[in-house]
């Protein structure tokens, strides 16, 4: 079957830095989608890997392992706007996304 | 371009009516896809489009669920007789397929209430 694990909620002070990690097991693999969504308003995409590594992109970094089936969405230097829920998703071999639940991150002062 | 528009933004109705939204994806893209997502979950995958040619449907989708794409370019998911449990908000996305990057991005939603 096609599974996406990542957990429900996640709290971090504003200024710290937060790692929220993501295990998929999917039919075929063609990439891992990282997404940002804010409360009543659409997901907007943040990162892809398609190869082992890691991709920094300003605060936000990710990282991939295939072998493992495993990614992580780091976030820097926290800011009280990043409160919000972050989706993992896998593109599967018939180039659909498979999502996970989301992570609801919750940031305080 | 702007990117990808929906209309309505919300759409409130009573149980057994009919509705239907409308999605505007970003002009070169040649995938659309509606999703369907509640409080706390991730979207659910309902149906995509590459080009005028509708590809997959959800299995889970029921048969007052249709969507169009008549020329390729927007799309259309009605809704018949609608029911409680289809109160969610309707996510469309579109792509544009090259190589093996697929990269979708959302329209605002269309939030629908059913009484």
């Known amino acids: 079957g096609q599974n996406i694990d990542q957990p429900t909620e996640m709290t971090a002070t504003e200024g710290a830095i937060v790692q929220i990690n993501c295990t998929y097991q999917?039919?075929?693999?063609?990439?891992l989608f990282w997404y940002q969504q804010h409360a009543a308003e659409a997901p907007t995409f943040l990162s892809y890997?398609?190869l082992d590594g890691l991709e920094e992109k300003g605060r936000f970094s990710s990282f991939l392992s295939r072998s493992k089936g495993y990614s992580y969405l780091l976030l820097k230097e926290l800011q009280m706007k990043d409160s919000a829920s972050y989706l993992c998703?896998?593109?599967?071999?018939?180039?659909?996304?498979?999502w996970g639940a989301g992570t609801k991150l919750i940031i305080k002062p | 371009d702007t990117g990808v528009s929906q209309n309505p933004r919300h759409k409130i109705t009573k149980r057994g009516q009919n509705v239907t939204f409308r999605c505007d994806p970003i002009?070169?893209?040649?995938?659309l896809y509606w999703y369907r997502q509640t409080l706390g979950q991730g979207p659910e995958f309902l149906t995509y489009?590459?080009?005028?040619?509708?590809?997959?449907k959800s299995r889970l989708l029921s048969d007052r669920f249709s969507a169009e794409r008549p020329k390729g370019s927007f799309s259309t998911l009605e809704i018949q007789r609608t029911e409680q449990g289809d109160s969610a908000m309707y996510l469309c996305?579109?792509?544009?397929?090259?190589?093996?990057?697929?990269?979708?991005?959302f329209g605002p939603g269309t939030r629908l209430t059913v009484l």
């Open positions: 996305a579109s792509s544009l397929l090259a190589g093996t990057t697929d990269t979708q991005y």
């Open positions: 002009s070169e893209h040649n995938r």
């Open positions: 489009f590459q080009n005028e040619a509708q590809l997959e």
């Open positions: 999917t039919s075929g693999f063609n990439g």
């Open positions: 890997n398609v």
């Open positions: 998703a896998s593109l599967d071999s018939n180039y659909q996304l498979i």
